[in-house]
Structure formats: structure tokens, C-alpha cells
Nanobody, 124 residues
């Protein structure tokens, strides 16, 4: 059983920054962790992922250049540093754990454990 708990969301003005955290506990011996988001009225979409051994990172076009995914293995914590936020980044953000290796395949069916989400709201 895996527990993932996100934090760090909030309200910020456009151009601002937030850092999301996700603390993992339980059986977390999986190769890939990622961040997803769900915009109002839309399907959940990938944002970034990280291979937990090689630290190779993957980003979707919407995140590239603005967001940085990282991890602290000693703290079992995954981070998402989000800079230059835009109103269209407003969404519920989720961290997730995958038993598969990270890739640019962002189907959320590849991730088997999910946190409860943290809300990010960006105002113009």
C-alpha cells in the first residue's frame, strides 16, 4: 500500500511561483513518479515525471522551461517547482507513482497510486 500526500498549493498572481511537495510512504519501490493536473472541466493530464534511479526527467510542453521536478530520496518527497505561472495553470495537481519506467507516454492508467491533490489557482 502506498500513501501520497501533496501540499504547497495555493493562490498566486500570474508570473509568480509555487513549490508543490508530495510525501510518499508505504511500498514505494517503483521506478517512476510524476505530477499530473486536472483543469476545471478537463481530463487529467501529465505535467512532469522523474525516473527515481537515473533522475532523468520528462516534461510536457506546457511545463517545459517553467516547471522543475525533483526528488529528495532521504525524505521520500517529490517536488514540483513552478515558475512563471499563468492563469491556464489553474488546476488540481496530483502526484502519482508508476510501476513502469518513465516515458513520454502520459496515460494516467500507467500510474497506480495517487495523492488526493492540491489546488493551484493563478489569477491574472
Amino acid at each position: 500500500l502506498v500513501y501520497l500526500v501533496e501540499s504547497g498549493g495555493g493562490s498566486v498572481q500570474a508570473g509568480g511561483s509555487l513549490r508543490l511537495s508530495c510525501v510518499a510512504s508505504g511500498n514505494i519501490a517503483s521506478p517512476c513518479m510524476g505530477w499530473f493536473r486536472q483543469l476545471p472541466g478537463k481530463q487529467r493530464e501529465g505535467v512532469a515525471s522523474i525516473d527515481r534511479r537515473s533522475l532523468i526527467t520528462y516534461y510536457t510542453d506546457s511545463a517545459k522551461g517553467r516547471f522543475t521536478i525533483s526528488q529528495d530520496n532521504a525524505k521520500n518527497t517529490l517536488y514540483l517547482q513552478m515558475n512563471s505561472l499563468k492563469p491556464e495553470d489553474t488546476a488540481m495537481y496530483y502526484c502519482a507513482l508508476s510501476p513502469y519506467y518513465c516515458s513520454y507516454a502520459w496515460g494516467d492508467h500507467r500510474y497506480t497510486s495517487w495523492g488526493q491533490g492540491t489546488q493551484v489557482t493563478v489569477s491574472s
